[in-house]
């Protein structure tokens, strides 16, 4: 099973539809991110949580909310779809300590939003 | 100015030559600097990190940090049809309040069989 776990792996839905996408991790990181993907743009950081009391906007977070539900858990969502919000979403993690500069990635949600 | 740059390419060359990927970052201060490699479909993974000038290398790989140009790059060497795949550079950078790292658009290689 893997590390680092992403539902649903693949969406389509709606515009204006409210999407949640959902993040759980056995690796005992603190650390979390969402960052999304789109072709020509590399890795673009949504939000990030240090633990589930501090949770940050990163670069691009306009359009989204977080829930750090529990150490292990991570959920990303979009309270009313566009379609511009079309791309391939990773959860990430790392730890606190010791970091190496390594991000955990999961195995990506691809989200469609006609 | 995007904060860290790469060409996008793609990039193909034959299977047992030399790949080459360049990365240039604006924050002059940035101190750690990773490779990630990306197969289609799949998620990014490490595969070389460089802290300090000069090359590091670990296999066929060698990465290259020039803190004064301001430029990180990548070499494959002997390549293979399997190192084709989308080659992400990040870079951690030393300001902020966020201090998270940040991605270039990557390069998609291809190697030639």
């Known amino acids: 099973d893997a590390d680092v776990t992403q539902t649903p792996r693949n969406r389509i839905t709606k515009t204006g539809k409210r999407i949640m996408l959902e993040c759980s991790q056995t690796?005992?990181?603190?650390?979390m991110y969402w960052y999304r993907q789109d072709p020509g743009l590399g890795l673009r950081l949504i939000y990030y949580s240090f633990d589930v009391k501090d949770i940050n906007k990163g670069e691009i977070s306009d359009g989204y909310s977080v829930s750090r539900q529990a150490q292990a858990k991570f959920s990303l969502s979009l309270e009313s779809a566009i379609p511009n919000q079309t791309a391939l979403y990773f959860c990430a993690t790392r730890p606190g300590q010791g970091y190496t500069g390594e991000l955990f990635f999961g195995e990506g949600s691809r989200l469609t939003v006609l | 100015q995007k904060e860290v740059e790469q060409n996008s390419g793609p990039l193909s060359v034959p299977e047992g030559a030399i790949a080459s990927l360049n990365c240039t970052y604006s924050d002059r201060v940035s101190q750690s600097f990773f490779w990630y490699r990306q197969y289609s479909g799949k998620s990014p993974e490490l595969i070389m990190s460089i802290y300090s000038n000069g090359d590091k290398e670990d296999g066929r790989f060698t990465a290259q940090l020039n803190k004064a140009s301001q430029y990180v790059s990548l070499l494959i060497r002997d390549s293979q049809p399997s190192d084709s795949a989308t080659y992400l550079c990040a870079v951690n950078p030393s300001s902020g309040s966020a201090r998270q790292l940040t991605f270039g658009s990557g390069t998609q290689l291809t190697v030639l069989p």
């Open positions: 690796k005992g990181h603190d650390r």
